[in-house]
């Protein structure tokens, strides 16, 4: 489970919810399951990791995918948790173009919600339009 406290989400350390944990997919794994889902109807695949945000290992992992998922005609798009801005450039150099995020509240309010790390700390304040990154962030809905 994620080590955040953060109100909203399943995979937070304080969630009472049973989530199953799976382990990071390797590459080959993310490609062939993009592969069946593109076959199926889908246009867009979306990785997830239950982190506070993504290790170098599994950046490279990802990225690694994402280069090879270009030629499948498909989307892709991240649910990460915490990203830097270094991060966003590496996934959006692999193909990635869309960034969820699922907190929607205002700075006023987070301590509320969350404890373990600042408004400021969120992916959606580091990666603000116009930051570089080249990433649409889209809120999970």
């Known amino acids: 489970m ?3 406290d ?5 995979q937070s350390n304080i969630s009472t919810g049973e989530v199953e944990r799976y382990r990071l997919e390797s590459k080959d794994e993310m490609v062939a399951a993009a592969k069946k889902a593109k076959a199926a109807g889908a246009y867009k695949y979306c990785i997830v990791n239950v982190d506070a945000g993504p290790s170098d290992p599994q950046l490279e992992t990802i990225c690694a995918r994402e280069g090879n998922q270009r030629d499948h005609r498909i989307r892709v798009c991240t649910s990460l948790g915490i990203l830097e801005r270094h991060q966003a450039h590496q996934l959006k150099a692999a193909g990635v173009d869309r960034f969820n995020h699922n ?4 700075r006023a309010h987070f301590p509320e919600i969350c404890s373990t790390h600042a408004y400021e700390d ?3 304040h580091r990666l603000r339009p116009g930051s570089g990154h080249g990433i649409v962030l889209r809120r999970h809905r």
Request: net charge neutral; with cysteine.
């Open 2 to 4: 994620c080590p955040e």
């Open 103 to 106: 907190l929607g509240i205002q």
């Open 122 to 124: 969120a992916s959606h």
């Open 6 to 10: 953060c109100k909203f989400c399943s």
